[in-house]
């Protein structure tokens, strides 16, 4: 089961992802993809990273470089301002998506844009552009090859590198025949990319407009930087006459000293690559003289909830990432429900800490439950992020939005009971007198419970039940003489 | 791994923090632990109104709630002693987490001198007690799983695997993928069970794979939750916790 | 445009605002501690193993071979036409290349009017030949700095892509161009480039395929 491209922003709900999560595992052929892709990706980190206190070196140094961003924020985002309008790059700034949609949509029209390329961007996921561009008549094609995958069925991405990474061989050739070239039947990766490349071809040549994303934008020189390996980045950047980049407002950088240590944890974290085929610099439209490059650059800074979650010391790392995907690739859940179970744009850890934070807690506090904390995304981050505990304190602030609203909420009457459990709980467990008549009682009865009542019958669906010990420890200590002060 | 410097000498008595999931599922595992302590010459303290590190509370964000309890715990372990406790999970609560829940709080202080105190089992044995173990079982084929909180939150070490080299009648195999989460996760068990259910087959399935007649880890929750996988696909491999199979086979008598 | 100053005056003052009630810890500068520092022929040595380990094609040789490698590199791959730059350095010898040899020279084409005007013709052409700026032996990568003289997309269009690289330009490290090449204090061009290999992907089934949409070929002359 794929996920549609869908377009509004409240559709997810946490009996959606039960539904979603439920079918993908169920779905064999859809665990088998994703394993074999994950486990290749995790290898593949693994050879480029030989060295432990080099890797750990890099990542404090990467880690040093985000921080600084974050710390000096507001006037990092000034100077890349200030720098890249003498450069002569226009810069839009937007609050929302739907600010950020009609900049775009405004410059388009100024344009004359009909169609439009796109580089591969998060940020433009975020916004659903090509769906909002689509409604007003402009025409927006995905010239990644796994995006283009993925738009022609209509689907969103599973991966934020790959986003194409939940179908396999045989898929893609299917959807290549049935939809892109029905002349042809090939199960080969080659042929598939030479008839993608041809179709491109004549898309880039007829473009009006290139949209991407940015990895960094450098502070200093104005610089946007983009990093790529199929060429189309550079195509939509540099061929049609107008670019706009869109692109969060974390992604500065102070200087170009910054990006090399960045840009080789990002390679090397995400597809085990010292370096991608192109590492694109851009300060400026088409300059005097130049004969080739897009006459306007356009760049939009989205905040879209960004600025909330620099609120807060802790939550605040969360706009440290870098947009690697090393965490989703080490993921135990992700791996086993793939991205489109998530039904968010940002899947797996980093989906599960930021998706809450930008499109609201309360609705999407949920996500932050779905996982163990078992903390393999922390430790491959290459800038850091203290994933889980982002997400202990996400659970703390849904509960206490749940909480605070469990006589209205929908879901009032599951809050209200797990509020009620855990007080009971404390109750029990914080006076020794009741947690040792529980005790004797689970030591006594507790293996004579049924595995239909709610708790152990979620457990006894894939497991047998634990069984109690026939006398707790503490009785085995007493017993035993064991001092007690 | 913490770093040589932050283990203590070896005390003349310890403190020992049993967990609630060893109290009433693993209760021999926490009895092998403080008879392994003893016979290095320890005197142990089991004092008795312990209960729970309030783990469960806390993960699922129920702060209150978990706070409360933990200062039931911190008041219970008053003197300047090590705290020795048979689990990786709850030794993460107690360390990282306590000083956050305390801030601010009448108990900050006593919460701070507690989370400096704790010790995980294998830790303590092997940098603080350098035990020497002699084997006498039978052969057997064991495997390791490594707890992830144990080895990520908490920054355990392969002591408890160093301990099991030390006894020459077990063949040690590895387990693929070792390091993977087993699909506990506390509560994520119950809550996410269908994918949690998927991950506890997962790990069973490399379990079984390795041939060994034997699963061994330092958490009894991981244990608990792969040892059920395993029952439920009929699998003849047992599992038990280190301590309960180090003290079974190297005590005599 | 209004909007999109209102959003910056209300974006801006949340974020100043937030940095006068908000904790920011301290968090030191982390400067790099070692690099490498290669003679020229461990550079050319590594540059050329991590580029033939992703398929780029190195050929090595000196000034004064340069033209007979170049020209077998042009027949082996029946390279009939050859978009160049003639205003640079490396346009004029070509340049001249041809003049003095024109029935072993491919046929020379001046990217010297707009892309526009150009764009058929570029999108037809077998071959481009580019200088560089110099290269990083660490990643294996060429740097480009294209210019009103030789236009970016040279490098990007035809299918096979030949670039000249002075070996005595080649740096340890990416930092070190930046900071040798003193790139900041210079200011950057509209376009300059890091590239590493023929175009390639790995979309379908993580199988890799090169050629995509940049160059399927990339040829270095490592000048020595």
Known sequence: MSAKANHSPHSISEKAFFESSGSALKNSKLRRNFKRAMNGLMEKRRDIFPDASELEETRDRAASIRHKTLTHLPELLEKLETNCESNGIRVHWAETTEQANQIVLDIARSANVRLAVKGKSMVSEEMHLNAFLEKHGIEAIESDLGEYIIQVVNELPSHIIMPAIHKNLDEISDLFQEKVDPNRSSKSAEEMTATARLIMRQKFHDADMGISGVNFAVAETGTLCLVENEGNGRFSTTLPKVHVAVMGIEKVVESLQDLPPLLKMLTRSATGQPITTYFNMISGPRGEGELDGPEEVHLVLLDHGRSKIYEDELLRETLLCIRCGACMNHCPVYTRIGGHAYNAVYPGPIGKILTPQIEGIENLGYLANASSLCGACVEVCPVKIPITDILLRLRRNHVRKKTARHWTDLNGGKSLMELMTWKGWKQVLSQPSLYRIQASLLSRFGNLLPAQIPVLREWARSRNLPRFSKKPLHKLVEDAGIDHE | ?253 | ?224
Request: charged residues 20%; contains cysteine.
């Open chain 2, 1 to 253: 791994m913490k770093p040589s410097c932050s283990f203590p000498e070896k005390p003349e008595a310890v403190y020992y923090f049993g967990t609630c999931l060893a109290d009433l599922l693993y209760a021999d595992a926490g009895m092998a632990g403080i008879r392994l302590l003893q016979r290095e010459g320890v005197r142990v303290i089991y004092p008795r109104g312990q209960s729970c590190c309030g783990q469960p509370a806390f993960n699922s964000g129920f702060q209150d709630e978990a706070r409360e309890v933990a200062a039931q715990q911190i008041v219970q372990f008053p003197k300047n002693l090590p705290i020795v406790i048979p689990s990786g999970s709850c030794g993460a609560m107690m360390t990282r987490h306590y000083e956050e829940l305390f801030e601010g709080h009448p108990l900050q202080e006593k919460a701070q001198s507690f989370s400096a105190r704790i010790f995980e089992l294998s830790e303590f044995l092997v940098n603080v007690l350098n035990v020497k173990l002699e084997d006498h079982g039978d052969p057997v084929k064991v495997t390791w799983h490594s707890s992830c909180h144990a080895k990520r939150e908490y920054g355990l070490g392969d002591e408890a695997e160093q301990l099991l080299r030390q006894l020459k009648n077990v063949e040690l195999v590895e387990l693929e993928r070792k390091n993977e989460c087993c699909g506990f996760g506390g509560t994520f068990s119950v809550k996410f069970s269908e994918i949690s259910g998927v991950m506890a087959q997962d790990k069973s399935a490399d379990v079984m794979q390795t041939g060994a007649d034997l699963l061994l880890s330092t958490d009894c929750g991981c244990l608990m939750n792969i040892n059920g996988a395993l029952e439920k696909q009929k699998s003849q491999v047992q599992s038990q916790h280190f301590a309960s199979f180090i003290w079974n086979r190297t005590h005599v008598g």
């Open chain 3, 1 to 224: 445009m209004n909007e999109s100053t209102s959003s910056r005056s209300r974006i801006l003052e949340r974020l100043y605002g937030i940095h006068s009630q908000s904790r920011f810890a301290d968090h030191p500068e982390i400067t790099e501690t070692q690099s490498p520092s290669w003679t020229t022929e461990e550079k050319i040595s590594c540059l050329k193993s991590k580029m033939e380990a992703v398929q780029s094609e190195i050929h090595c040789c000196s000034e004064q071979e340069f033209d007979t490698v170049f020209r077998n590199v042009v027949d082996e791959k029946s390279i009939g036409s050859l978009l160049f730059a003639k205003n640079t350095q490396l346009g004029s010898r070509i340049h001249s290349l041809k003049q003095s040899i024109p029935e072993k020279m491919p046929e020379l084409v001046n990217y010297d009017i707009s892309i526009e005007t150009m764009k058929k013709r570029i999108f037809s052409i077998d071959a481009s030949i580019t200088e560089t700026l110099g290269g990083i032996a660490d990643t294996g990568s060429l740097i480009l700095w294209p210019s009103r003289h030789e236009p970016r997309l040279m490098s990007l269009i035809p299918p096979i892509h030949l670039a000249v690289l002075q070996a005595e330009k080649i740096y340890n490290t990416f930092s070190e161009a930046i900071v040798e090449g003193r790139w900041a204090e210079n200011g950057m061009p509209t376009n300059a480039l890091l590239i590493s290999s023929p175009s390639k992907t790995a979309d379908i089934e993580q199988t890799l395929v090169y050629g995509v949409h940049g160059p399927k070929q990339l040829v270095v002359f490592v000048i020595q």
